[in-house]
């Protein structure tokens, strides 16, 4: 199976800063990544799929990058409601695989 | 309105089985492929299984493999997972997925609330 890891596993930031997660992908994946935030109690929710693609309804704060084996989610300015997890997602192949995640906290 | 409403989850002893269900509505639920995906508690999220639209083509996680066994009713909007031979690690939320595209190997656009699986003597 194909591994994604990302980094950092947390993150304290305050409300207007930008804000980068990374993910990468223990082979290459094309751009078959996804992106997700979840709340406490809530279900993941896409933001982000093939790498750089804002889904509808989503913030344009939020732009993903990358290809191959590395992967960026970026948060331009940082609003009270993006304090959040979340999760990268790879779909190259029928096993889709996730990070292990990276909690965004208030500083 | 997509939506997707699990049930069937519980509280079921090791070696134990149950089946959860996964109703959908507000799509063509034929066209689509489905997956599970869970989260053990205060946990990351792991893909369990996967069914295409017609059900031919199904998936499974190695840590399910042999135990899970996933399934379809297009007739009834509705997606399932048998889970036999349950161990505590198996102990999670369940959510249904749907896949944002019809056709090839996709990410995840709507997802379910979510339905609670306890395994324990």
């Known amino acids: 199976d194909i591994q994604m890891t990302q980094s950092p596993s947390t993150l304290s930031a305050s409300v207007g800063d930008r804000v980068t997660i990374t993910c990468r992908a223990s082979q290459s994946i094309g751009r078959w990544l996804a992106w997700y935030q979840q709340k406490p109690g809530k279900a993941p929710k896409l933001l982000i799929f093939e790498a750089s693609s804002l889904e509808s309804g989503v913030p344009s704060r939020f732009s993903g990058s990358g290809s191959g084996t590395e992967f960026t989610l970026t948060i331009s300015s940082l609003q009270p409601d993006d304090f959040a997890t979340y999760y990268c997602q790879q779909y190259h192949t029928y096993s889709r695989t996730f990070g292990q995640g990276t909690k965004v906290e208030i500083k | 309105e997509v939506q997707l409403l699990e049930s069937g989850g519980g509280l079921v002893q090791p070696g134990g089985s149950l089946r959860l269900s996964c109703g959908a509505s507000g799509f063509t639920f034929s066209s689509y492929a489905m997956n599970w995906v869970r989260q053990a508690p205060g946990k990351g999220l792991e893909w369990v299984s996967s069914?295409?639209?017609?059900?031919?083509?199904?998936y499974y996680a190695d840590s399910v493999k042999g135990r899970f066994t996933i399934s379809r009713d297009n007739s009834k909007n509705t997606l399932y997972v048998q889970m036999n031979n349950l161990r505590a690690e198996d102990t999670a939320i369940y959510y249904c997925?749907?896949?944002?595209?019809?056709?090839?190997?996709?990410?995840?656009?709507?997802w379910g609330q979510g339905t609670l699986v306890t395994v324990s003597s």
């Open positions: 069914i295409s639209g017609s059900g031919r083509a199904i």
């Open positions: 997925a749907k896949e944002r595209a019809v056709a090839g190997v996709m990410d995840f656009d709507y």
